[in-house]
């Protein structure tokens, strides 16, 4: 199954089953964006929504970016009329609808679905202003090791295990580096706030040089 037709299939239940990742990143990405200014934004697979809602609320507008339709919809349910754009598009090919340029683009628990991450971080950087800043937040690969994946239980009751791609730490900065950025920030968001066990979560923040 493509990962756009499992993220259609997994619209219905993505809010409402407990899922620790999603939860843990929408801490770790508050956390870290907290006190950066920032007006035009792009939100990459923003899915339903967790993270475009408390963006709209900090920036002046949002271009809100999913390549599955029910996703979307549901993103879009939650935020209709305000300050955000929603877009279909696959953000690994050119960015046509980038209409301005961001002081921030976040991606969210999408690049594990992406197995060259050169593509957006090449968009990103022509689509940000310079010293513009990437956050990018992500299931840790230290959990890809163990064999976590992005993974849910259809309508039929049988799991399924969407598409997913390791990124190691170092995949991150080297994917980064050509394309002008330099890494600011590197955090770890661990279950339950237990230091002693694998974390969940790795959040890093670029900027495009000025
Ligand atoms: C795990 S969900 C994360 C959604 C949201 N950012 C969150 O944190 O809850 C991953 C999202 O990325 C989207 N996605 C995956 N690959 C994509 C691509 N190449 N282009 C656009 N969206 C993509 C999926 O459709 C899905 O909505």
Same mark, same amino acid.
């Given at each position: ?62 271009? $809100? ?13 939650? =935020? ?8 279909? #598009? ?7 609808? #980038? ?18 991450? %050169?593509?957006?971080? @090449?968009? !990103? ?13 992500? =299931? ?12 849910? =239980?259809?309508?039929? %009751? $049988?799991?399924?295990?969407?598409? !997913? ?17 330099? !890494?600011?920030?590197? @955090? ?6 237990? @230091? ?15």
């Amino acid at each position: 199954m493509s990962i756009q037709t499992a993220y259609n299939a997994w619209a219905d239940t993505y809010d409402t089953v407990l899922n620790k990742t999603r939860d843990l990143e929408a801490v770790a990405i508050r956390q870290l964006l907290a006190k950066l200014p920032f007006a035009e934004v792009i939100e990459l697979g923003c899915g339903t929504g967790k993270n475009t809602e408390w963006l709209a609320t900090k920036a002046a507008h949002v271009t $809100a970016v999913d390549f599955s339709a029910e996703m979307l919809a549901r993103a879009q349910a939650k =935020l209709a009329g305000g300050n955000v754009r929603f877009q279909q #598009a696959d953000v690994t090919q050119p960015w046509s609808w #980038a209409q301005q340029p961001a002081e921030l683009v976040t991606s969210s628990l999408i690049l594990e679905h992406i197995a060259d991450m %050169g593509p957006v971080f @090449r968009h !990103c950087s022509q689509a940000l202003r310079p010293g513009g800043w990437f956050y990018v937040g992500e =299931l840790h690969p230290f959990k890809q090791y163990q064999g976590s994946k992005a993974r849910y =239980l259809a309508a039929t %009751g $049988a799991e399924v295990t969407v598409e !997913c791609y390791t990124h190691h730490l170092s995949d991150f900065l080297a994917a980064a580096r050509p394309h002008g950025f330099r !890494c600011l920030d590197l @955090r770890e968001y661990f279950d339950d706030n237990d @230091r002693t066990a694998v974390p969940r979560i790795v959040s890093f923040l670029f900027q495009k040089e000025a």
